[in-house]
């Protein structure tokens, strides 16, 4: 079982900044990938920010170059750090991952953490 805990959620004003966090922990061998994916009431999830095993990285086009994801040497911990929000970043942002464990590969989602942009 591999386990995401994300943090740094909550409430900031337009034009603010935020840095979410996403650590993984488990029957983790490898991690391919993380992203960040967000939820806004009535809509469907999207991915937000990707970046995978060689520090690729990948963006929606609607949070390019406000929004940067990056990941500690160690791997298993994410971080999307987003600048510059507008009331429509608002959602429940989660954290994904994937790789292989201890027990074959796996996909793990984390439980989210609301971000709200509001005056």
């Known amino acids: 079982q591999v386990q995401l805990v994300e943090s740094g959620g909550g409430l900031v004003q337009p034009g603010g900044s935020l840095r979410l966090s996403c650590a993984a922990s488990?029957?983790?061998?490898?991690?391919?990938?993380m992203a960040w994916y967000r939820q806004a009431p009535g809509d469907r999830r999207e991915l937000v920010a990707v970046?995978?095993?060689?520090?690729?990285?990948n963006y929606a086009d609607s949070v390019k170059g406000r929004f940067t994801i990056s990941r500690d040497t160690d791997k298993t911990t994410a971080y999307l750090q987003m600048d510059s929000l507008k009331p429509e970043d608002t959602a429940v942002y989660y954290c994904?991952?994937?790789?292989?464990?201890?027990?074959?590969?796996?996909?793990?989602w984390g439980q989210g953490t609301q971000v709200v942009v509001s005056s």
């Open positions: 994904n991952a994937w790789g292989l464990g201890n027990s074959g590969d796996f996909r793990s």
């Open positions: 488990g029957s983790i061998f490898s991690i391919a990938g």
């Open positions: 970046i995978t095993s060689r520090n690729t990285t």
